[in-house]
């Protein structure tokens, strides 16, 4: 999110969380002061790389709920997050996947992490608005619950829906949409949202 009246048309809709870029080489970084919204809403910051310093004052300007972690940080940095946020914020880790990925590296995000948010590698470190082939989720076994995003769009409900079906989706918590649902960068089609969440409410 972006654009204040567009952030409060979207909180409307009452998802379960806003997201907020505090990333400069973002066309989506944000910038202001975020509209007053329902507690009910979480908001969380995405960061690429921030020191945990950094991401402590967006927690405490911006009363953030939780962080998405978009870079390379590793276990014991979020591990020093959590023990430098007394407020339990939810830390959620981006992984980039492709056919090749090691299920193995998010062993020792286990202890560190509330979520893994799955994404789609590419040229962004997020925003690409494509899928990656969910079958690689097969070699997903952990118990740790986990965001599915990268390139969910309109199109796309019938997909999710037979995914969430599947045992690849255990553990699927969420679903992150960004880039299919916006006319530009930050500014989401809110009709186009809402169609979404009831049809996603009616698969369920």
């Known amino acids: 999110m972006k654009y204040n009246q567009n952030i409060e048309s979207v909180a409307g809709l009452q998802p379960d969380y806003l997201g907020f870029i505090f990333y400069e080489r973002s066309k989506r970084n944000f910038e202001g002061h975020i509209p007053e919204i329902t507690h009910n809403i979480k908001k969380v910051g995405v960061f690429v790389n921030a020191t945990v310093s950094e ?19 590793s276990p014991a940095y979020c591990l020093a997050l959590r023990e430098n946020n007394a407020t339990g914020i939810e830390i959620m880790k981006a992984f980039s996947m ?21 994404d789609t590698k590419g040229k962004e470190r997020g925003g690409n608005g494509t899928l ?6 097969k070699g997903y076994n952990l118990d740790k619950p986990f965001f ?5 769009g309109p199109d796309e409900i019938e997909q999710v ?26 500014m989401k089609k809110v009709l ?8 996603n409410a009616k698969e369920e």
């Open 55 to 73: 991401i402590n004052s967006k927690i405490t300007e911006h009363n953030l709920d939780a962080v998405q972690l978009h870079g390379d940080e």
């Open 132 to 137: 990656f082939d969910w079958e690689i989720l």
């Open 98 to 118: 492709s056919a090749d990925f090691d299920f193995e590296i998010l062993k020792a995000y286990m202890s560190t992490c509330d979520y893994f948010l799955f």
């Open 161 to 186: 829906a037979e995914f969430l079906q599947t045992p690849m989706a255990t553990n699927c918590y969420a679903l992150d949409v960004n880039s299919k649902f916006e006319s530009k960068p930050g």
């Open 192 to 199: 186009e949202l809402k169609k979404f969440i009831e049809l």
């Open 148 to 152: 599915l995003s990268g390139g969910i």
